[in-house]
């Protein structure tokens, strides 16, 4: 990791505190008057965990500052719809529910953290160290209201106390998994050895018009291949739907709304100063500061004298994911950078060169570059996405308010029709559908699917989130699994035989091909341009390295990684075809090359093996975890 790498995670750790195995906590913070648009009250419940309740007003805390972080990172390229789209709200509210779990689960065993280790890891963190010590607790306070959103202490060590508490969890339930040497270098040469190969690749697909398919052999295949054709449950449903998107179109929202939302999430559309500076770093770790003070201080002498700073950097900079660049760490705010790199870095102009600045990492050399003042866009500029943005908010409200009432009144699935006559609605039918398949009218929903499935004969289902509102579903009929007629599945059977078939005459040409280029190996290109076929040639490559024209294919890896160099493989056929290899060259890793890297690599094997065990202790635990999620409010949260 470099330098830069390192000074930027150590600063976000702000943000993103602590993240445990796969456990990505997010405890972002923003200000309490954002809980007054969302449209759901802080008291309300999103999820519980085990009885640990995750509140709307922590819920949206985390997904708003999560959409920031990802405004910030992609500007205007990314809206917040198509980060709905991508399941960000879905994604959190795993986060949260897989931290409760994990912290219900140390509680379940008797484990907590004192005020005192919480105090001392804060201590440790880099964030807040200056020159080895604590910054204090002024600056520590400021520190965390100059985050975007602000946190408090409080809020700030609570995130950490639960973070300490998950990893006195997982080093309670992982310290005794271990890694032997001789385990590890089973790894590394699986991960490290490599080989260089000459392929040929034969596609099925060049023999499809060469096939011919008789009725016969379509139903010789077909009864040979039946449970491949299997068809399983179909049910059909009735439903009510609450249409989201016409309750959109009644909602009128005024100007004065739009200036108070616009008003009261100001820093939403606010970006705030920020500067451009290249920067010269003389590392310290290990070595004598003294020394390293003087170089530094030539430098310095000579950048000030007028040399170019850019090619100071290229020569003398230890960093080295900027030194190329000519020490450029391009724009960034401030609390971006560790305390005093980010201090000395705001009080110089543009052109200006600071003296030697001295952080844990080293002593750097910096020189402004650019200055950018904060910006706020107008709300002329962003008025219409408000206005949207707090109607589809409002209808979502509106159609959860209105789709809890109509399940309150529909007990029975002979009660949707008098409750939809009274509520202006439409009982709606579906066609059969299978698992996971689109329903008509209703179109992809996952959820609704999974509830049809799950519904019995006589039963209703309680509101269900669909692409276009929310909807009650009842079971409206069943088709049990079935294999079907070949008149049902014939032309998916035909295609199947005619890939077949393609693939056998694609052997054939391979295993004539095979018998040459075993006879004559070191002419591989020229016996394959012969049969008029291209040959490829392949870099380096590991064990997980996709092969050009395959992809990934288990069977030719193992035939490539066994075989002497300058030996051509048997055929090896692929989803798309058949393929030969030649080995050309193989790099094996040495006994010097593991020794080197032993000691981390273990860390990084056992770190893996130590996180799978975690991961699925936490699936087993959650299973016996009383785990609700309420959909309506975590809709009105997102107001999606």
Not at 575 to 582: A, D, F, H, L, M
Request: hydrophobic residues 40%.
């Amino acid at each position: 990791m470099t330098m830069l790498s390192r000074m930027r995670r150590h600063l976000g750790v702000l943000k993103w505190i602590l993240a445990i195995v796969c456990l990505a906590f997010v405890v972002f913070y923003i200000p309490d008057f954002l809980q007054s648009n969302a449209g759901a009250s802080g008291r309300d419940t999103v999820a519980s965990v085990d009885g640990q309740t995750i509140t709307a007003t922590e819920f949206q805390r985390s997904y708003e500052a999560q959409l920031d972080s990802y405004r910030a990172a992609y500007g205007g390229k990314i809206s917040d719809q198509m980060l709905r789209q991508l399941g960000i709200d879905q994604q959190i509210l795993q986060q949260m529910v897989d931290e409760r779990a994990a912290v219900s689960e140390a509680a379940h065993l008797g484990l907590s953290v004192s005020d005192a280790e919480v105090r001392d890891a804060i201590f440790s963190m880099p964030a807040f160290q200056e020159n080895g010590r604590f910054i204090g607790e002024a600056r520590y306070v400021a520190l965390l209201r100059a985050q975007r959103p602000p946190m408090t202490p409080s809020d700030f060590e609570s995130s950490v106390r639960d973070s300490l508490l998950v990893q006195k969890l997982r080093d309670t339930l992982t310290g005794w998994i271990t890694v032997s040497d001789a385990e590890a270098q089973r790894a590394y040469h699986v991960q490290n050895d490599k080989v260089k190969l000459d392929l040929v690749t034969i596609p099925a697909d060049t023999f499809i018009p060469q096939v011919q398919v008789t009725d016969a052999d379509i139903a010789a295949y077909f009864d040979a291949h039946k449970e491949h054709y299997r068809i399983g449950e179909k049910r059909r449903v009735k439903y009510l739907l609450v249409d989201v998107g016409a309750l959109r179109k009644q909602v009128t929202v005024s100007a004065a709304d739009i200036e108070k939302y616009y008003n009261d999430n100001i820093q939403m559309y606010s970006t705030p100063e920020q500067i451009r500076v290249r920067h010269i770093l003389f590392k310290t770790t290990g070595k004598d500061d003294a020394q390293v003070k003087a170089e530094a201080e030539k430098v310095l002498a000579m950048a000030k004298a007028g040399a170019d700073f850019a090619d100071l950097a290229k020569k003398y900079s230890q960093d080295e994911a900027t030194a190329k660049l000519g020490g450029d760490l391009d724009y960034f705010s401030r609390g971006k950078m560790v305390p005093a790199f980010d201090q000395a870095a705001f009080a110089l102009k543009p052109g200006e060169i600071s003296g030697l600045v001295k952080t844990q990492y080293g002593y750097h050399i910096i020189k402004m570059e650019d200055r950018k003042p904060a910006t706020t866009k107008p709300l002329a500029e962003v008025q219409g996405a408000i206005s949207d943005q707090i109607a589809m908010q409002r209808a979502q409200a509106q159609g959860a308010d209105e789709i809890e009432k109509l399940a309150g009144e529909i007990h029975t699935p002979g009660d949707l029709a008098k409750v939809a006559r009274q509520a202006g609605l439409t009982v709606q039918e579906s066609d059969y559908f299978l698992p996971g398949e689109p329903i008509l009218g209703l179109g992809p929903s996952p959820d609704a699917s999974q509830t049809a499935f799950a519904l019995k004969p006589g039963e209703v289902s309680g509101p269900v989130q669909v692409s276009s509102g929310y909807a009650i579903l009842a079971l409206d009929g069943s088709q049990p699994p079935y294999i079907p007629k070949l008149d049902e599945v014939k032309s998916r059977v035909k295609q199947d035989v005619i890939q077949e078939k393609a693939t056998a005459l694609a052997r054939d040409q391979a295993q004539a091909l095979e018998a040459k280029l075993k006879a004559k190996p070191e002419d591989f290109d020229a016996i394959v341009k012969a049969a008029k076929l291209t040959p490829q040639s392949t870099a380096l490559m590991t064990r997980n390295t996709p092969l050009p024209g395959v992809g990934a294919s288990p069977a030719l890896t193992a035939a490539a990684f066994s075989l002497p160099v300058g030996d051509v493989s048997a055929p090896i056929t692929t989803p798309t075809g058949v393929v030969i290899c030649r080995v050309t060259e193989r790099q094996i890793a040495t006994p010097e090359e593991y020794a080197k890297a032993r000691d981390g690599f273990i860390a990084q094997l056992l770190s893996q093996r130590r996180a799978q065990f975690f991961s699925a202790y936490m699936d087993k635990a959650k299973a016996r975890m009383k785990i609700l999620v309420n959909r309506e409010t975590l809709q009105r949260v997102v107001g999606s």
